[in-house]
């Protein structure tokens, strides 16, 4: 809430302090913000994996390579792995605003 001090000849000033209602105001708008950060970014991570269709090398037998084996350490590994953290993200800052709980 606003206050205000009241000096000796009438006169009255804001001393600064934030409503809750700016505070939560403010809380919405960097909420939102981040929300279309996270879209931005996870946007940029599908689209950076390979697709599925690049597995069609099993049928021949090429499956046991190196990179097959590893695939949990590999790039390829780690953007599923930020792709399924992004979307977990995504979906519960999704669920907050929605809510309107600020």
Known sequence: MLSFVKYGNG???????????????MIRTLVTVALIL????????????EGKSQGLGAIAGAADTYWGKNK??????????????????????????????F
């Open 11 to 25: 006169r009255a000033i804001r001393t600064g302090e934030f409503s809750v209602r700016k505070i939560i105001q």
């Open 38 to 49: 996270i879209s931005i970014v996870l946007t940029a991570i599908v689209l950076m994996q």
């Open 72 to 101: 949990g350490r590999s790039m390829e590994g780690r953007l599923v792995k930020a792709t399924t953290i992004l979307c977990v993200v995504f979906f519960v800052v999704c669920l907050l605003l929605n809510m309107q709980l």
